[in-house]
């Protein structure tokens, strides 16, 4: 081949000596943000005759359209900025990214990561939501997912309120307070009867009402994983079997009817509201708007919100409980002779206080 002329490649002659960049890169590389890495070959000829040689060369190039990336890099902040602004260290960053894919940067041409500066505010999410006792990548599922607007509201204080805007097919119906000790009765002892080992929740409203109660619950609490209840306690107690806790004056709980029962075997979940106005009505002739489920995870998102509920009123073992729970059951369909058994229970226990 002639001397000065490559084939196939475009080349500047420039004295004895052409210096000629091939069209054909090896393996380019997209960056994050529009960056894309060249491995090339740069080949050179002598005029001399002398032996034709070849280096690598390492250069950037930045796809036209994402071109705004770099023109907005002055506003994007390092990832020392964010470990200052979050208070978690840049090397666990690195290692939240690596593992997690979590928080994602810009790459610059240079390779340095940027972030824009609402991934502080995501960050800070998530150490949040890990410090409340849930596991990093649930922490860093729930705080993502929230940001793209698929969660259209922040989570409520109410049971009943959470199981109706994450379960829309959860139909509510009005009972009388006589019919939800009939239903609730029948969750607890058809666990009990099976030895099922659930996490256990129970809202009362009133102390009053749990005391009346507070025999029950500790037999149940002894053959239940663990158990927690919630009235208009003095205080939250952490000593007791099961663990109470004080609702704040604001709270929604106070006009809630909560059972919850997770288990494997048999989980079931029952929550309800006070319909307001009823000062003058007996007790049990009270009207509440009731919803229940025997469908595994609908009853694990009760129990979560049961559980971060504990936690916001100081329940020193609902970070433990948050972490048992956090991860979805293995299976969607709760076992059918199960629901047969507690179905019958049910019916019994209606009848009886109907009569």
């Known amino acids: 081949m002639p001397r000065g002329a490559v084939g196939g490649h475009d080349g500047v002659r420039c004295g004895a000596a052409v210096a000629v960049v091939q069209r054909q890169r090896e393996r380019p590389r997209v960056l994050d943000g529009g960056v894309v890495e060249v491995l ?74 940027r972030y ?64 939800l000790i009939a239903l609730s009765w029948a969750i607890e002892d058809e666990f009990a009867a099976q030895a099922a080992r659930p996490v256990l929740f129970g809202a009362f409203q009133d102390q009053e009402f749990y005391d009346r109660s507070r025999p029950r619950w500790r037999e149940l609490a002894r053959v239940a994983r663990d158990a927690v209840v919630f009235a208009d306690f003095p205080v939250t107690t952490s000593d007791s079997a099961p663990r109470e806790v004080a609702l704040g004056p604001d709270s929604p709980m106070h006009r809630e009817w909560t059972v919850v029962s997770d288990s494997v075997e048999l989980p079931a979940a029952l929550a309800a509201w006070e319909l307001p106005g009823q000062t003058a009505v007996a007790d049990r002739d009270r009207i509440f708007e009731a919803v229940w489920t025997v469908e595994p995870r609908a009853v694990r998102h009760a129990a979560r919100t049961c559980a971060r509920i504990a936690g916001e009123h100081g329940d020193p073992g609902a970070p433990a409980l948050l972490h048992a729970l956090a991860e979805d059951p293995r299976t969607g369909v709760a076992d059918l002779a199960s629901v047969s058994t507690l179905f019958n229970r049910v019916v019994a226990y209606v009848d009886a206080v109907s009569r």
């Open 40 to 113: 090339g070959r740069r080949p050179v000829e002598r005029g001399d005759g002398a032996e034709r040689s070849s280096e690598v060369v390492h250069h950037v190039e930045v796809i036209p359209d994402r071109l705004d990336i770099m023109s907005k890099s002055a506003d994007l902040i390092t990832i020392g900025d964010l470990a200052e602004r979050t208070g978690v260290g840049a090397a666990t960053i690195r290692a939240w990214e690596q593992r997690h894919g979590f928080p994602t940067p810009l790459r610059l041409p240079s390779g340095h990561r």
């Open 116 to 179: 824009d500066a609402h991934v502080v505010e995501l960050v800070r999410d998530v150490v949040r939501l890990r410090d409340g006792g849930r596991r990093l990548d649930l922490a860093i599922a729930e705080a993502t997912t929230a940001l793209s607007g698929s969660a259209s509201q922040p989570p409520s204080g109410s049971v009943y309120a959470e199981l109706r805007r994450a379960h829309p097919a959860l139909v509510g119906h009005r009972l009388r307070k006589s019919t």
